[in-house]
């Protein structure tokens, strides 16, 4: 695993160079001389995070379409004018 350390402006200039170098390593992107960021390649992050699944499939449930659910009638006197005598 190789460790590449870029600036933000070589970041802006220069995206497609960054992901490749992100496939080898953590890419640190700096900002003014201070290591601000760090990017890398999802297989990477997944391990650190101990994740297999993102959070938008999680909020997708797809195992939740076999269940039933209705709603509940709500009151229709939910709310009553304000008293102002």
Partial sequence: MSITTISSRELN???SKV????LSGPVFIT?????THVLLNIEEYQK???QKESIVELLA????????????QLNKNLYQPADLS
Avoid at 19 to 22: G, H, I, S, T
């Fill in 48 to 50: 650190i995070t101990d």
């Fill in 31 to 35: 900002d003014r001389g201070d290591v």
């Fill in 61 to 72: 449930m797809p195992e939740a379409s076999d269940i039933e659910f209705e709603a509940p």
């Fill in 13 to 15: 200039h220069n995206v």
């Fill in 19 to 22: 992901k490749k170098a992100a």
